[in-house]
């Protein structure tokens, strides 16, 4: 279990920058470790809450982990990936799936358009292009329209029906929104090449003692501050002051934002870009819930329901289903649930849950855990119509300030991550040339 300070383990030479990480979650411990790994030696993450890992949450009840957040790891995850394999973590590998009770390739290849293998490389060159134009200094105005399209109309115009279903559940399922209104350029960073490789694949993986873990040993080699939530930042000419809610003040040369802008601006007087970014992004949000439900499946690993992931579903239903294994303990077979969570309160999705189950054949008798995660920030169109995209990337570095996490990249753990390894770069640069 961590301590409330974690003493750095870094060498005695190296850069020699103060650099303070506010957040550890995987977007704050993932760029402390790569800087460290850049050869920076004075690195202080401060995280609010008694430990780290953020929506990277695994609860455990006996020998059942339960992933309430961070979920598999795809080929994507190649950082992540190695640092498993040098903390001789162990992976599992997620077991089978099934689509309204069906195989879910099924559900792809009955969408409209060409076979699917066609669909699959027209869809992998559209993106292809269309990526490598938004990653231009100046990305021409085809892309920029392209990138604030919903998806659905982007797919819809390349006839692209089987990928739309297939994006049913690899989108809106992990809650990262409907398909007829999250803006292409945030479907397109998640539908890439890896995930459908590692899913035809099937090598989904995950680390078998929990993802908490994984965190909490990449922590382990950090200075982490455990429930030192941040009060204040002053961010003067040449340096940083960050101020605790229990009183402690550190100075920094840099600073990296690993929350959400819309929290860090109400600790700082904002620059412009930060005010304009606060305005141009809305949160979505997730809520995962562990019940005990009798008279229900084992037989399978997952299970994804049609009507509560097409375009205009309601909000609070039963978006998708896990099942983590039986304890006696809680009274039964486990499930972890997931909803996207609306205007409800954590009563009414219960209440919305239990009838889900009870639709599908089961009898929750005990609802265990619920965490309402606040999940995905959703590019307003018009936001990426004003320069968004190019906004996020020329900001870095302003007023001493480096940022990253979902609003940056992608909510998964793994583009967080494959962000943070260009960033420390960048970062790395901008103070051997300062």
């Known amino acids: 279990m961590l301590q409330q300070t974690i003493p750095s383990k870094?060498?005695?030479?190296?850069?020699?920058?103060?650099?303070?990480?506010?957040?550890?979650?995987?977007?704050g411990?993932?760029?402390?470790?790569?800087?460290?790994?850049?050869?920076?030696?004075?690195?202080?993450?401060?995280?609010?809450?008694?430990?780290?890992?953020?929506?990277?949450?695994?609860?455990?009840?006996?020998?059942?982990?339960?992933?309430?957040?961070?979920?598999?790891?795809?080929?994507?995850?190649?950082?992540?990936?190695?640092?498993?394999?040098?903390?001789?973590?162990?992976?599992?590998?997620?077991?089978?799936?099934?689509?309204?009770?069906?195989?879910?390739?099924?559900?792809?290849?009955?969408?409209?358009?060409?076979?699917?293998?066609?669909?699959?490389?027209?869809?992998?060159?559209a993106r292809r292009k269309l990526m490598r134009a938004l990653d231009r200094p100046n990305p021409p105005q085809w892309a920029i329209d392209q990138a604030a399209m919903p998806i659905l109309d982007w797919l819809g115009e390349r006839n692209l029906g089987k990928m739309e279903n297939f994006m049913h559940r690899s989108t809106t399922n992990l809650a990262y929104g409907f398909i007829d209104v999250l803006p292409t350029v945030q479907a397109l960073r998640w539908n890439d090449f890896e995930l459908m490789l590692s899913g035809a694949l099937e090598q989904l993986k995950f680390p078998v003692d929990g993802w908490a873990e994984f965190w909490a040993r990449i922590a382990a080699d950090l200075d982490v501050r455990l429930n030192a939530?941040?009060?204040r930042v002053e961010r003067l000419d040449s340096t940083v002051t960050l101020s605790t809610e229990a009183g402690e003040t550190h100075e920094f040369d840099l600073l990296v934002c690993a929350i959400p802008v819309d929290d860090f601006v109400k600790l700082t007087t904002p620059t412009a870009n930060e005010t304009i970014v606060n305005a141009s992004i809305d949160w979505n949000g997730y809520t995962t819930t562990v019940l005990v439900v009798e008279d229900w499946f084992d037989d399978t690993h997952v299970d994804s329901f049609k009507e509560a992931v097409?375009?205009?579903?309601?909000?609070?239903?039963?978006?998708?289903?896990?099942?983590?294994?039986?304890?006696?303990?809680?009274?039964?077979?486990?499930?972890?649930?997931?909803?996207?969570?609306?205007?409800?309160?954590?009563p009414e999705l219960v209440e919305l849950l239990k009838a889900d189950v009870e639709k599908r054949g089961g009898k929750v008798t005990n609802v265990v855990l619920q965490k309402m995660w606040k999940y995905h920030s959703q590019y307003k169109p018009e936001a990426i119509h004003d320069g968004l995209l190019t906004r996020l990337e020329q900001m870095q570095g302003e007023a001493h300030t480096w940022y990253t996490g979902a609003t940056f990249s992608h909510e998964v753990v793994s583009h967080i991550v494959n962000y943070n390894a260009k960033l420390a770069q960048r970062l790395q640069k901008a103070v051997v040339t300062k």
Not at 14 to 26: C, D, H, N, T, Y
Not at 113 to 118: C, E, K, R, S, V
Not at 327 to 338: I, M
């Open 29 to 125: 411990l993932s760029m402390g470790r790569l800087l460290k790994e850049q050869g920076f030696e004075n690195i202080t993450i401060f995280e609010a809450l008694p430990q780290v890992g953020g929506k990277s949450f695994t609860a455990q009840y006996g020998d059942t982990l339960v992933e309430m957040g961070t979920a598999y790891a795809t080929y994507s995850h190649r950082i992540t990936n190695r640092w498993t394999r040098k903390l001789n973590m162990k992976m599992g590998r997620l077991g089978m799936v099934r689509f309204n009770g069906a195989d879910f390739m099924d559900y792809v290849k009955a969408g409209s358009g060409p076979p699917l293998l066609l669909q699959i490389w027209r869809y992998l060159n």
């Open 229 to 231: 939530k941040v009060a």
């Open 310 to 346: 097409i375009p205009g579903a309601k909000l609070g239903q039963m978006l998708s289903v896990r099942y983590e294994g039986y304890e006696p303990e809680l009274g039964g077979h486990v499930y972890l649930t997931g909803q996207l969570t609306g205007d409800y309160t954590g």
């Open 10 to 27: 870094a060498p005695q030479s190296g850069l020699a920058s103060r650099i303070g990480i506010i957040g550890g979650g995987p977007a």
